[in-house]
């Protein structure tokens, strides 16, 4: 039996006891035929989903995700604001079997639900340790149409001033790429300048090389000539037969020599 | 031929120093050989350059001959160079100015664009530093005949210049003088052209819009 199948047969026996289940009753018998308490039950139950969601939206590293959470309570609290006009509403009607006190204590009690809707934090209010104007888009204060002029002033000047900063950093930052611009343009004009004359030097050069190569290879031919020439000369020199005859020949000389010398003697 | 005209160098024998190297450059040209013949009156000229300048030019033109007539035009951009600043030193600048036009033609010959766009562009500066703006703008339309000149970045740096004389604009000529362009010419070239502007350049604004204004009343005349 796999999983789906237990899954469903758990929520058919549920639903077929239902009517067995003890607190399901007792809310619902509780409530009955309050629409107050009901809605009441149903904005609370929302608040706290909704303050789920924002501590975990704080805790997010991922700011596309933190962002999308934040918007989400931001809709779900709009749609609370709304739910608690109507509870307004219901709280001023009369209902039986409630005692005065109750009634009062219904009206604080949606006070302190309203109260609790907008403190749920959802990421308008942004810390303002960002430089320049990057956070002006995020730290957007809320559009109030009756809140006073001096109120309003103030929040337009720290606007200013950090864009004005900003423009000032991105004025200066332009001026430096454009000077290291101008620097690097220097640079290559060097460069192909610097190209140009080698490139004239070498075709200069071109005619040059290919004479020397010519004459390179007549001396090269001329020497191998040459070095043949003696190598065949040395051999008939060095040849044994020469050198027998050298040898007798030297030998006669001495000879005579050591005669002549003994003969003058 | 050569070491007796190397002797009579060291005898400081002006005359005959010239004589010997033009004799030894002749009888390389009977052998045949234009390339010695030409470095012979190169060493001659070279010697002489501090002593007798004139006789020096004559030797480098010579020599600059002896090579074009071989077809050897690359060989002769340094003997052009040597004689344009001998010139210069004498203060012949007109000269200089022939002398930088013929070098441009010479590298013409030889498609050396790079070397004739700056033999164009110094025969220009020479003629501004001689405050004559004039025979600048006419060696500018000549020199703009040329395709290989219209083209390069020499042909941009003198339009700048001549606009910035025809404008009277001192601060602007002295911006172009530094210019990589400039830099990159020959240094005898640099030092005149950081001396730009010579004299008074809002008088040749003067002098130009007067000759615009002649026409127009010739016009009113008739």
Known sequence: MSVIDIRFRVDAICKKFDKYDVEKQRDRNAHGDDAFARLYSAVESDLDAALEKSQRAAVETNRASSAALNAEVRRTKARLMEEIAKLYKLAQKKVKGLSKDDQMTRNDLVLALQERVQAIPDGTIAPHKQSGGWSASTSRENIKFDSSDGHLQDGFFQQTEEASQFRHEYEMRKMKQDEGLDVISEGLDTLKDLAHDMNEELDRQVPLVDEIDNKVDRAASDLKNTNVRLKETLFKIRSSRNFCIDIILLCVILGIVSYLYNALR | ?222
């Open chain 2, 1 to 222: 031929m050569e070491s007796a005209g190397s002797l009579a160098k060291e005898l400081r024998n002006w005359s005959e120093v010239a004589d010997f190297y033009r004799r030894a450059s002749e009888l390389y040209i009977e052998c045949g050989r234009s390339q010695p013949a030409s470095d012979a009156l190169t060493k001659g000229a070279r010697v002489l350059e501090e002593v007798v300048p004139e006789e020096a030019i004559k030797l480098y033109t010579d020599a600059c001959a002896i090579l074009e007539e071989d077809g050897k035009e690359q060989m002769a951009f340094d003997l052009y160079r040597a004689a344009t600043s001998v010139y210069i030193k004498l203060e012949k600048f007109t000269d200089a100015a022939a002398t930088l036009l013929r070098w441009g033609l010479a590298a013409d010959k030889c498609n050396a664009t790079n070397s004739q766009c700056k033999a164009y562009l110094s025969a220009i500066i020479v003629y501004l530093y001689l405050h004559d703006s004039t025979q600048a703008e006419k060696c500018y339309n000549d020199c703009s005949q040329i395709d290989a000149f219209l083209r390069s970045d020499q042909n941009r740096c003198a339009t700048k210049l001549l606009s910035a004389y025809a404008e009277g604009d001192v601060e602007e000529i002295k911006h172009i003088a530094q210019s990589s362009t400039i830099t990159h010419l020959d240094h005898v070239i640099i030092r005149l052209a950081r001396k730009l502007p010579t004299g008074d350049v809002a008088a040749l604004e003067n002098n130009a819009s007067k000759e615009q204004e002649e026409p127009l009343d010739e016009n009113d005349l008739t």
